[in-house]
């Protein structure tokens, strides 16, 4: 059996869609309900006072008789001088000042002595390389180059010559190279002498060795006697068998 109805009258088919459209027409409606305020009127009537006739009263004036300050007492001066003799004479005490100022005159005068003036030589060290006349070696002539030249050989035969290798740095098997330095003074003497090496031991002969050099006749700078440092190596090295 077939249905008769026509499906567009169906009213329950957009029955949720009524609903929630009804539903917020009452909140809003119940929203401004709430929210409507009223207020009480009251009806004001203002009236405006003329005045056609101003009031002037008359103020009396009262006089207040004040009587006059007494005058003032005359004051009445007595001059009374008393004079009084000195009985003591009073010596005044003057305390002179001990300082010195710009206007006083000194009228001692000290005798000054002659003063002597020590004039102290420095000893001057001029490098060998760069003085004007090097240490003469005994034995040596000629110009500066000259002797600059036969200071060296000099002083490499006297190393040759007094050469000594310690024994307990033979046996110990120590070797190497010590620097020497040492100073020729501005009499020739060799002082000064300090060295540096491997060991404490050739150290000590380096040392000696150089202070067997013979005395020399000094370095001279610009005519005058000056010391002159020199330093000068020695080789320390055992020969293999």
Do not use: W
Not at 99 to 115: F, H, S
């Amino acid at each position: 059996m077939e249905l008769k109805k026509n499906p567009k009258a169906n009213v329950g088919r957009n029955s949720s869609l009524y609903f929630a459209v009804g539903l917020n027409v009452m909140l809003v409606l119940t929203y401004l309900g709430l929210e409507h305020k009223t207020y009480d009127k009251s009806s004001t009537k203002i009236d405006i006072l003329m005045l056609t006739e101003q009031l002037e009263e008359d103020i009396p004036i009262t006089t207040i008789n004040i009587p006059p300050p007494p005058p003032p007492p005359k004051a009445v001066v007595s001059e009374s001088i008393t004079v009084v003799e000195d009985v003591e004479d009073v010596e005044e005490t003057v305390v002179e000042s001990t300082e010195i100022g710009q206007d006083d005159i000194i009228e001692d005068v000290v005798a000054v002595e002659e003063v002597e003036v020590e004039e102290i030589e420095e000893d001057i060290e001029v490098p060998f390389a760069v003085i004007e006349r090097v240490p003469v070696f005994p034995g040596c002539k000629g110009n500066n180059a000259e002797l600059k030249a036969c200071f060296q050989k000099k002083m490499q035969e006297h190393l040759h010559k007094n050469f000594r290798y310690p024994v307990v740095a033979s046996e110990l098997n120590i070797q190497g190279r010590v620097f020497v330095f040492f100073l020729i003074d501005k009499n020739g003497k060799v002082t000064k002498i300090r060295s540096r090496g491997p060991d404490k031991l050739l150290e000590t002969e380096a040392e000696r060795i150089v202070g067997l050099l013979p005395q020399m006749k000094p370095g001279k700078q610009r005519n005058k006697p000056v010391g002159v440092p020199y330093s000068i190596p020695i080789n320390f090295k055992l020969q293999q068998q």
